[in-house]
């Protein structure tokens, strides 16, 4: 199915309605049983556009570890605003580089095989960019290819965007082992100096400030929100140094940063000309409560209930679809609809059963649907092979997920 975000096939139902927007959804998926995943398309339009205006003219490419459906996919990058893809594994980004010309592998790889693949394949190199932050990345790829064996290989480095105080140590994610301008000019020189090799990009994530949720409600938020600003304006000034550093050595196609939560801070650094995005497509419940934006549940899923064991509990046939990250309630689905429903803090969302306590328990009978949202946006494609799409009130179409095509990266 072809999908085009800005003229749905039915007129769009209440996306600020929550009574109305999940009305439409079960409606819209009645005669379906099991588990069922749905995404709401006038939430995703509203989404994918919100982030377009946040990003400020800046071009976002599109974080498919953040969405797994390679129909969505093409039907985000169809709207203006949005350029390219940022994948998470190379075994994904030769697939994708069947269709899309312009996809970026995030994280470095060892996988083999995919090198072998990629340095065979023309094509797939002219569309393709690898990830490094060490030398010994370019020693696998020789390993596996010999420069004179292959085509010139497309590379960015990623660089160390974290922020370190010396009271408060490391603040953002462990990636890459560079971080000083020198260092990574170190590398680019390296690479430079190889054949076989071409820099074309520099990556720096902020998770600190991209991934921290400022308006949480609790007493941290105005902690989060200091650190994400002395953070934003350190790495403002190490970004640019590190910039000027590699635009001396190579010529630059892209600088990559930013994310989700970070659009607008990350866009006004003049700097980057490119930005990564994904989960604020689909929404997973980690993205609620933030000040900046207010996305939308675009994607949902909805479960039977099977048992009643008590009048104010229902108990729904599966549940445990846990999110990865540090373990806790954060990584928990989220009982959404109807409201006022609650995990069993002795059982939790299980494999096999989820029991929900409140009073809406009362209301609903065996059979009924409940539904609950991921916590992180792309991972809910891992537990089911389509999503079912629904616009006023109706079911529109499907669309198949990685799964869904039989694939599987990782």
């Not at 394949?121 to 596996?144: C, F, K, P, Q």
């Not at 076989?196 to 609790?218: C, K, N, T």
Request: proline share 6%.
């Amino acid at each position: 199915m072809t999908l085009d975000l800005l003229n749905l096939p039915t007129a769009p139902q209440s996306t600020t309605d929550r009574a109305a927007h999940w009305s439409a959804m079960s409606a819209a998926v009645a005669d379906l049983s099991g588990p069922v995943a749905a995404i709401s398309l006038p939430a995703l339009r509203r989404n994918a556009l919100d982030l377009v205006v946040r990003a400020g003219g800046v071009p976002i490419r599109v974080a498919s570890k953040s969405v797994r459906v390679g129909g969505l996919l093409a039907a985000t990058l169809a709207l203006p605003g949005f350029r390219g893809i940022m994948a998470y594994t190379l075994p994904e980004a030769l697939w994708l580089a069947e269709t899309f010309d312009d996809v970026l592998v995030g994280y470095p790889t060892a996988d083999r095989a995919a090198l072998a693949q990629l340095a065979a394949d023309e094509r797939a190199a002219s569309r393709i960019t690898l990830m490094v932050d060490d030398a010994a990345h370019l020693d696998l790829v020789d390993a596996v290819a010999a420069p004179t064996q292959r085509a010139a290989l497309r590379l960015a480095i990623d660089a160390d965007a974290s922020w370190r105080t010396p009271g408060l140590g490391h603040i953002g994610v462990h990636r890459s082992p560079l971080r000083e301008p020198a260092d990574v000019a170190a590398l680019a020189r390296t690479i430079v100096a190889r054949p076989g090799f071409r820099l074309v990009g520099l990556m720096m994530y902020e998770a600190q400030i991209a991934g921290q949720p400022d308006a949480s409600g609790s007493g941290a938020d105005a902690v989060v929100r200091w650190m994400q600003g002395r953070s934003a304006e350190e790495l403002r000034r190490r970004r640019a140094a590190i910039t000027a550093a590699l635009r001396g050595i190579a010529p630059l196609e892209f600088v990559n940063g930013g994310g989700t939560g970070s659009l607008e801070t990350t866009a006004a650094d003049e700097a980057v000309t490119e930005l990564t995005a994904g989960s604020g497509l689909l929404a997973g419940h980690l993205f609620d409560g933030y000040r900046a934006f207010d996305p939308l549940p675009a994607a949902a899923f909805s479960l039977e209930v099977v048992r009643k064991p008590a009048d104010d509990i229902v108990t729904l046939l599966g549940g445990g679809w846990a999110a990865s990250g540090p373990a806790g309630r954060s990584r928990e689905p989220l009982a959404v609809w109807p409201e006022g429903l609650r995990p069993l803090a002795r059982e939790g969302y299980g494999e096999v059963q989820t029991p929900l306590q409140g009073e809406a328990a009362r209301r609903l009978r065996i059979g009924d649907r409940v539904w609950l949202r991921h916590a992180k946006s792309g991972e809910l494609s891992e537990h089911v092979d389509r999503f079912h799409l629904v616009s006023g009130g109706e079911r529109v179409g499907e669309m198949p997920t990685y799964r869904g095509e039989g694939k599987v990266f990782l």
